[in-house]
């Protein structure tokens, strides 16, 4: 999965480093978003899409890899 964020509408509701702190952060200088892992492993799926669907604004985006054959 590769996860984007989108710091032009965060508004640092903190909802994505409580559910996921190993995939995102808060910066301290705003308190918008900081995304530490693009590219989490699979373990963090769950924790990521409940993420997404927790953020007030949708700043949180996935693409989930589909393998190629």
Do not use: K, W, Y
């Not at 996860?3 to 808060?26: H, I, K, Y």
């Not at 924790?47 to 989930?64: F, K, N, W, Y």
Request: aromatic share 2%.
């Amino acid at each position: 999965m590769r996860v984007t964020v989108n710091r032009d509408l965060c508004v640092g509701s903190g909802n994505c480093v409580e559910t996921a702190p190993e995939v995102f952060d808060q910066d301290d200088q705003d308190g918008l978003v900081v995304l530490r892992i693009t590219e989490p492993p699979e373990d963090f799926r769950q924790s990521v899409d409940l993420t997404a669907q927790m953020c007030p604004v949708g700043a949180i985006e996935i693409q989930h890899h589909i393998p190629t054959q």
